[in-house]
């Protein structure tokens, strides 16, 4: 079952900030957040595990609500490098699947 | 390392064409998995597999059929194209659960 992902879509000038967010029903092991770029393929950004452990780029911040198995992406200072579709992919206790979101596109303005 | 790998970059298939999509791994990665890629519909697990020898069926695996003979390839069949399947596919890995997943470049395939 893929997690619902909101909002669909934002557009920020530079400078500005953004969250999305990520929600699953099951019991979640991880939340994993990814960017893809038009025509390429997606690319890690960060891991946050049950128990509060977090891996990925320094420069993006994330949480992760256990009780709610909800998670939230923080972009601050947006740059037109963040320009792209972002996707959360949930991984549930009871077994290996690595599910994705429908994506939240981005678009960072001038 | 080259990561993970898929080919071919482009296939065109008239219906009811059957073929392989390939993709390899040199990252010596337990875990692979297939998705496809539909506009509005995200990334959509077709097969996953937990090691050699061990598949099991995501999301959308109708009409797709998998095998994991070695630790590096995980080829995905489609036994009978159909016009639903027209896709961007794309391969992934990763060493464990909780870990970070590596994608291939993708295979566009359209079937007419």
Redesign the interface.
């Given at each position: 079952q893929q997690p619902v992902q909101s909002p669909q879509a934002v557009i920020l000038r530079e400078g500005e900030d953004a969250v999305i967010n990520c929600s699953s029903s099951k019991a979640l092991y991880s939340v994993h957040w990814y960017r893809q770029k038009h025509g390429e393929a997606p690319v890690f950004l960060m891991i946050l595990l049950k128990g509060g452990e977090q891996k990925g780029h320094e420069k993006i911040s994330a949480s992760f609500n256990e009780k709610k198995q909800q998670s939230s992406l923080y972009l601050t200072a947006s740059q037109l490098s963040y320009s792209g579709t972002y996707f959360c992919g949930t991984e549930e206790g009871s077994n290996y699947k690595l599910t994705f979101g429908k994506g939240t596109l981005l678009t960072v303005n001038p | 390392n080259a990561g993970v790998t898929q080919t071919p970059k482009f296939q065109v298939l008239k219906t009811g064409q059957s073929m392989t999509l390939q993709c390899a791994q040199d990252m010596n990665h337990e875990?692979m998995?297939w998705?496809r890629q539909d506009p509005?519909?995200?990334?959509?697990?077709i097969h996953?597999s937990?090691g050699a020898g061990i598949t099991?069926q995501?999301?959308v695996p109708n009409g797709y059929n998998v095998s994991r003979s070695t630790t590096e390839d995980f080829p995905l069949r489609l036994l009978s194209a159909a016009p639903s399947q027209t896709s961007v596919y794309?391969c992934?890995s990763?060493v464990t659960?909780?870990?970070?997943?590596?994608?291939?470049?993708?295979t566009r395939l359209t079937v007419t």
């Open positions: - | 875990y998995s998705y509005g519909m995200g990334l959509r697990l996953y937990v099991d995501g999301e794309f992934a990763r659960v909780g870990a970070e997943q590596y994608f291939g470049p993708g």
